[in-house]
């Protein structure tokens, strides 16, 4: 059976999406967001009003919470990072989001910060969620951390990784390539 998952910051979508995909016989399984998703709702919201970092994190814990109570699957929360971030920080981010829910997952950028905090998060049995992947070489970094990172007695899920697909046709290039790629890479990975 495909899983699918929402990319989407409004519980509202994901209960419409959940019944819809109820109609057609499938079922939406999770849920992943970010702080771009997040903040679009804060405006909406909070009626353009600006809101500090802690805000947009407090918002984001209310409305993960909401969308477990929507989908029966994993639902990813991306941690506050820009280029400036440290694998520090993303860590103490994602220690916090992963105590939320035991079907949350820890959503990092795909950089090496990202890949630092993602190495110390997985050694605490924590699900992670690589974005931020435009290129091939991404996937294969990845699955090499993956493979690197996995403690002893881990966790029934396995980690994501999530392409940039529309992020990619928005200028010009097939995203769905990039998708094509990175599976047969991962098929020669585990061959």
């Known amino acids: 059976m495909i899983r699918f998952i929402l990319d989407s910051g409004d519980p509202q979508e994901f209960r ?19 702080p771009s998703l997040i903040a679009k709702k804060a405006v909406e919201e909070l009626q353009g009003k600006k809101i500090t970092k802690e805000e947009a994190f407090s918002l ?16 990813s929360a991306e ?22 829910h035991e079907r949350v997952v820890v959503k990092l950028p795909t950089t090496i910060e990202g890949f630092k905090a993602r190495t110390e998060l997985r050694k605490q049995n924590i699900i992670i969620n690589n974005t931020l992947g435009f290129h091939n070489n991404k996937f294969l970094q990845t699955e090499s951390v993956l493979e690197s990172a996995l403690p002893a ?3 029934a899920w396995p980690c994501f990784i999530s392409p940039f ?12 390539n990039l998708v094509r790629n990175g599976m047969k890479i991962k098929q020669t990975i585990q061959t």
């Open 165 to 176: 697909v529309g992020r990619l046709d928005d200028i010009g290039e097939n995203g769905m």
């Open 60 to 75: 984001q814990k209310e409305l993960t919470l909401e969308i477990l109570e929507i989908v029966p699957g994993a639902v």
């Open 79 to 100: 941690v506050y990072a820009d280029e400036k971030t440290t694998a520090t920080e993303m860590i103490e981010q994602g220690m916090q989001i992963a105590t939320r």
């Open 16 to 34: 419409e999406i959940t019944q819809l995909a109820k109609e057609k016989g499938t079922e939406l399984w999770g849920a992943t967001t970010n």
């Open 153 to 155: 007695g881990r966790q």
